[in-house]
């Protein structure tokens, strides 16, 4: 249907309560993109704003058509010099910004604030390029009902409307649409993989275990109270002391730096377990590298992920956004590969010339014609029996920085154990290297699953032991087995206990703050994590296959209205069957049920005018105001055109009508 | 339909042609009534409006959007979107279902001027009913709300060009009520019309020569006291006739009366206009009625085939200007 220049709601004005909820909606939903966007474009848009506002209260003419036209062609050009191009996640987003703001200051009709509101939509959706947590939610929330207040203030053209009246329908409208899009959300099928290729979008860059240790590396990382992912068991969870998760091996050793290898085979060599599984999920926060964290050691990649032969498990890209997966692990066991020359070399590579002390120490045990376990006791009870301290604050060395700690400062945290460990071992001719990942972590007994942070990174070393394989070994622990037992935080006696930014021992403040954890861990899991891997999990987990799924989504999606339907037809069916409850029909009532106390019942099937005269017949006294009520009401009722004014003298007529009990003597 | 065509729009001309066949399909075998319609699921229409298909583009970018970068929150709003729309097509079909439209009425009023239809349209249902729209073949609108189970008067204001009984035998309601995502409508054949004069045109002097022998002193009557009766002042009554002296002495205003004192009687015949156009001759004569009833004369009427006898007041004046209205013409014409 077409609208014409008569109607008000087109041309005319729009009410200044129509663009007040418009103008909120906005600056709602445009808010949290000032904090990534140019400061020229936040300032194009709140003026924007303010010229509307000032509009709609009558202070400001609506912008010459030349000048919006150019404003717009200037945001696109300021745009593409900002950002180098057009096309793309942050370009468009501060495009969309740029013309929103525009787009209000020639907004005249209903029409064009409708189209407002769904640049608001879209506003809203370009955001979560940026943020899914928990709050981004709320914010969903939050600019999804204003924005929908705003849509239907702009549907409403009743001139007497008030500003209150749109919250309700579209309260209704979101709370009605609620169950569809659970239903939907849960069953419409996710693929893999994009549609087409995108560039990085993680804007948080690379944070986390790096792939290479310089010393230093690891104690900055325990600074930080940040997630590195949390991670719920199948079953019971392990110990403590079992809780190494293995992140990138590093073998190559510069004299200062510790990197990885070079490449290496896929495909792990596998093992012989020697305890039983455990298996568990993770939920790793996006840090733009590749790899994964899994219990020491994983015994298959999840889909998308491969194992190497360092028991490295490496995703397919940079991780740049939220990413669950599952794995299985045994914590117990036995390789029984042999170790390539090749590999052996680049395991036992001492670079000439550096730590000549760590060099001699590490000769004179292999000389002395020991065995490799032999080896590894000397080099722990070294660690043992001298003054050596766990701390978060050594003094950094930088050339020969393993002699340095073992020789004269003593002074280290785990990658200078872990080092200095794997040196003297190579000097010792046993082949060593050092893993980093992280060790512990919090178990939140609320929400029964364990948080890593970044403060439990850690590193440590393995050795190369004929029949048995490679070999964890924890120099660290020998120095301070609380470390393992307790965190990072018993170890280090300097550091205040601060963990999100709250003291550990201020109990209740430290319970909240799990709290606040658990409830993202949950939305974590089942919002943002929520994609084609576990809604296979889901699916099958309530007994449904890949191909039932598309019949059962079809069914409830119609399946659905049609129960609305059939609720909604029995419901008009049952409102048919009794009588319209009118305004007349209920003062008419009113009437009747004065009369009948009185003793003058109406009968079910008598007419209106038929119970008059015989009313009237009863009670000669009452009988003028019996038949003008009655032709009155039959008026009402009966014939058309009747208007508001006669139904007044109606309402004032039966009003009046207050019949005594006893007829008055005449 | 006369709608004016937006440049800029392309689908528009598919779209109303598109409306005008369905409106052609659907109501083929409708006979305008009297009385009274009744909006049910069966005489309603709905098909999305130009926001509502833009939304159905947004939705299908969102979801492409979500599914390429694989993000949740983006799927959560993209889903809750998509059903919003759909509820809201229920909610504008429901916002028209058990709305009665009654017969109008409209006052009769001169070609150019505008009628004033009062359509009684009543709620059925105990839910208020809210940015209805009433529309006219001719593109007409009034915007209303009926409360529940009420009735309401509509005014709707429609533009009248030429004389005669103007039908308003189609009305379109319609509503984009909550989200203008949908709009629904029915067409409703209530018989209405408004009876249109002819517009008053021409020479305001009132034919001397023609018919009325005293007519020159009837003509005089105003500046003198030589009026036949005094009567209460009415609403219309001219300033200039109105006996101040009299009202004075008395409670209310008085107004003098000149029936026919004398026996003069004007005719205003259409012989005793002239020219080609039978519209304008009609609109002297219009014109005439009204200065004769505003000069407080007795006239009579006088066309090919019609006449109204010599009379005065409001119902004569009704009378004649009526038969200009309804006047087809004569046979030699």
Not at chain 1, 23 to 46: D, E, N, Q, R
Not at chain 1, 467 to 473: E, I, L, Q, S
Not at chain 2, 287 to 295: D, H, K, S, T, Y
């Amino acid at each position: 249907m077409t609208d014409t220049p008569t109607a008000p709601g087109r041309r005319g004005e729009l009410r200044f309560s129509t663009m007040a909820w418009l103008l909120t909606a906005l600056l709602l939903a445009a808010a949290p993109h000032a904090s990534k966007l140019p400061i020229w474009l936040s300032g194009l848009f709140v003026v924007s704003i303010c010229w509307r506002l000032a509009i709609a209260m009558g202070f400001a003419p609506f912008p010459n058509r030349w000048l919006l036209m150019a404003a717009t062609i200037g945001t696109a050009l300021a745009t593409v010099v900002d950002y180098g191009m057009l096309i793309g996640p942050e370009s468009g987003t501060a495009l969309l910004v740029g013309m929103s703001g525009l787009k209000l200051l020639e907004t005249r009709d209903r029409r064009d604030c409708g189209l407002a509101v769904l640049l608001g939509y879209l506003l809203v959706v370009t955001w979560f390029f940026h943020a899914q947590e928990v709050q981004a939610g709320l914010y969903l929330v939050a600019s999804v009902t204003v924005l929908t207040c705003a849509l239907v203030a702009g549907a409403t053209v009743d001139r007497n409307a008030t500003w209150r009246d749109p919250i309700r329908p579209a309260l209704i409208l979101l709370v009605q649409a609620l169950p569809f899009a659970f239903l939907l959300f849960l069953l419409v099928p996710r693929i893999h993989g994009p549609l087409w290729a995108l560039p990085n979008q993680g804007d948080a860059g690379i944070t986390g275990i790096d792939d290479s240790m310089t010393p230093g590396a690891i104690a900055r990382l325990a600074e930080s109270s940040r997630v590195a992912f949390r991670t719920r068991f199948g079953g019971a969870p392990p110990g403590r002391e079992k809780l190494y998760w293995r992140g990138p091996v590093l073998t190559r050793f510069d004299g200062r730096t510790w990197t990885r290898g070079a490449p290496s085979i896929a495909g792990s060599p596998g093992y012989q377990p020697l305890s039983k599984a455990v298996e568990y999920s993770v939920i790793l926060e996006p840090h733009g590298q590749r790899w994964l964290f899994a219990l020491d050691l994983p015994s298959k990649a999840p889909a998308r992920a491969t194992l190497n032969r360092e028991y490295e498990l490496l995703w397919q890209t940079p991780i740049d956004r939220l990413l669950m997966y599952r794995v299985r692990s045994h914590p117990e066991y036995r390789q029984s590969m042999q170790l390539a020359p090749p590999e052996r070399a680049s395991n036992l590579h001492f670079p000439p010339g550096s730590n000549p002390l760590t060099r001699n120490l590490g000769e004179q045990w292999r000389k002395a014609n020991l065995t490799a376990w032999e080896r590894v006791e000397r080099a722990l009870s070294l660690y043992r029996q001298q003054p050596f301290v766990y701390t978060l604050s050594p003094p950094i060395a930088q050339i020969d920085a393993s002699d340095r700690f073992l020789f004269e400062t003593k002074r280290g945290f785990c990658e200078h154990f872990a080092s200095s460990f794997v040196l003297l071992m190579r000097a010792a001719g046993v082949p060593a290297r050092v893993i980093t990942g992280y060790q512990g972590g919090e178990m939140n007994t609320l929400g029964k699953y364990l948080i890593v942070r970044q403060s439990d990174a850690h590193a440590w070393a393995e050795v190369w032991i004929q029949d048995t394989g490679w070999v964890r070994v924890d120099p660290t622990a020998a120095v301070a087995p609380e470390r393992i037992e307790l965190g990072v935080h018993a170890a280090v006696a300097e550091r205040s206990r601060m963990i999100f930014g709250t003291r550990v021992d201020l109990g209740w403040l430290h319970r909240v703050a799990l709290a606040w954890d658990t409830l993202n861990n949950h939305w974590n899991e089942w919002v943002v994590g929520y994609g084609a891997e576990s809604q296979r999990t889901l699916l099958a987990k309530l007994g449904i296959s890949e191909s039932g799924r598309a019949g059962l989504l079809a069914g409830l999606l119609l399946g659905m209205p049609l129960c609305a339907l059939a609720v909604w037809l029995l419901a008009n069916w049952c409102g048919q069957r009794s009588q319209p409850r009118n305004p007349t029909a209920i003062a008419y009532e009113r009437f009747c049920a004065r009369l009948g106390k009185l003793g003058l019942e109406r009968g079910t099937a008598e007419s209106p005018r038929a119970f008059a005269t015989r009313a009237a017949g009863a009670r000669p006294d009452l009988q003028r105001d019996i038949h003008e009520i009655t032709e009155l009401y039959a008026t009402l009722r009966f014939a058309p055109g009747a208007d508001d004014r006669l139904f007044a003298v109606f309402q004032r007529r039966v009003s009046k009508f207050r019949p005594k009990n006893q007829p008055r003597r005449a | 339909m006369n709608f004016p065509r937006s440049k800029t729009f392309r689908l528009r001309p598919i779209r109303e042609r598109l409306l005008a066949r369905i409106e052609r399909w659907a109501t083929r075998r409708r006979r305008p009534v009297s009385g009274s319609a009744y909006l049910d699921s069966r005489t309603i229409y709905i098909l999305p409006t130009r926001n509502g298909l833009v939304f159905g583009m947004m939705l299908l970018v969102m979801f492409v959007g979500a599914t390429n970068y694989a993000n949740s929150l983006a799927f959560v709003l993209t889903f809750l979107l998509a059903p919003m729309g759909a509820v809201s097509m229920w909610h504008t079909q429901r916002n028209l279902t058990g709305l009665v439209v009654e017969a109008g009425r409209a006052e009769p009023v001169f070609a150019g001027q505008s009628a004033s239809f009062r359509i009684p349209v009543r709620n059925r249902k105990p839910t208020a009913r809210r940015s209805l729209g009433l529309r006219t073949r001719t593109g007409e609108v009034a915007h209303f709300r009926v409360p529940g189970s009420e009735r309401k008067l509509i005014e709707l204001q429609v533009q009248t060009r030429a004389r005669g009984l103007l039908n308003l035998d189609r009305l379109t309601v319609f509503t984009r009520y909550p989200i203008d995502l949908f709009e629904a409508w029915s067409w409703i054949d209530v018989g209405a019309s408004a009876l249109v004069y002819p517009k008053p045109s021409g020479s305001h002097h009132l034919p001397e020569a023609l018919g009325a022998a005293g007519f020159a002193e009837a003509r005089a009557c105003p500046g003198t006291d030589d009026f036949s009766t005094l009567r209460e002042y009415a609403r219309g009554d001219s300033p200039k006739h109105v006996a101040w002296k009299a009202s004075a002495r008395s409670e209310g205003l008085l107004t003098k009366r000149f029936d026919g004192s004398g026996g003069q009687q004007l005719l205003l015949s259409w012989d005793a206009t002239s020219g080609p156009d039978p519209e304008a001759r009609l609109s002297q004569l219009a014109l005439w009625v009204l200065r004769a009833e505003e000069e407080g004369l007795r006239y009579e009427l006088r066309l090919p085939g019609v006449e109204v006898e010599a009379s005065f007041g409001r119902a004569h004046r009704h009378r004649c200007l009526e038969a200009l209205a309804l006047w087809q013409g004569s046979g030699h014409d």
